[in-house]
């Protein structure tokens, strides 16, 4: 992982752990990491308050910006559950490694318990995540060149997974269109 276009991107649903894991596995791999959601609450203040004062279009819109900021920067990159949506993003994918975070729900429950999640607001926040899940899966799973899944063990365990397989899985070349 030597050059900006070289990053290795984590994508999953929310709970997964991508934040988490993504930071140590940056350490581990000696690499910068970006975290779409953090760059968005750095520079425009909380997602709970900018889906309330300003709705998800905008969120989205803001959160296209942060994918394309830390693609280009190439790292360890964790992208917001919902940023593999835009149909941008998951073109500017193909040039990347991807990996997908899973989680079981049974697991996640703990993870989001008290979230201020703006897509989990409501009566039933895990019927809410399961019904995300349930709808994003097929892109995650299209978008990914390996999968990982967060629901056991230490998560170092899945850290040392996802640095070994970065060193193993040669990079991704992309070519020119004649």
Request: charged share 25%.
């Amino acid at each position: 992982m030597t050059s900006p276009s070289d990053a290795v991107v984590l994508i999953g649903p929310m709970g997964a752990g991508k934040t988490s894991i993504g930071k140590k596995a940056a350490r581990a791999l000696g690499v910068p990491f970006f975290d779409t959601d953090i760059a968005i609450v750095r520079d425009h203040g909380p997602i709970e308050q900018l889906f309330a004062d300003q709705g998800e279009d905008h969120f989205r819109a803001l959160e296209r910006k942060a994918v394309v900021q830390g693609l280009s920067r190439g790292g360890i990159v964790s992208l917001g559950g919902g940023a593999v949506l835009h149909p941008d993003t998951q073109a500017d994918l193909a040039a990347h490694r991807v990996i997908l975070l899973t989680v079981a729900p049974k697991v996640v429950a703990g993870r989001v318990r008290d979230s201020n999640r703006p897509l989990l607001q409501g009566e039933d926040a895990m019927a809410r995540w399961h019904a995300i899940l349930e709808e994003r899966m097929p892109l995650y799973r299209s978008l990914a060149d390996a999968t990982f899944d967060t629901s056991s063990g230490p998560l170092q365990h899945v850290v040392d997974a996802i640095v070994d397989w970065v060193r193993d899985e040669p990079r991704h070349t992309v070519s020119e269109e004649a």
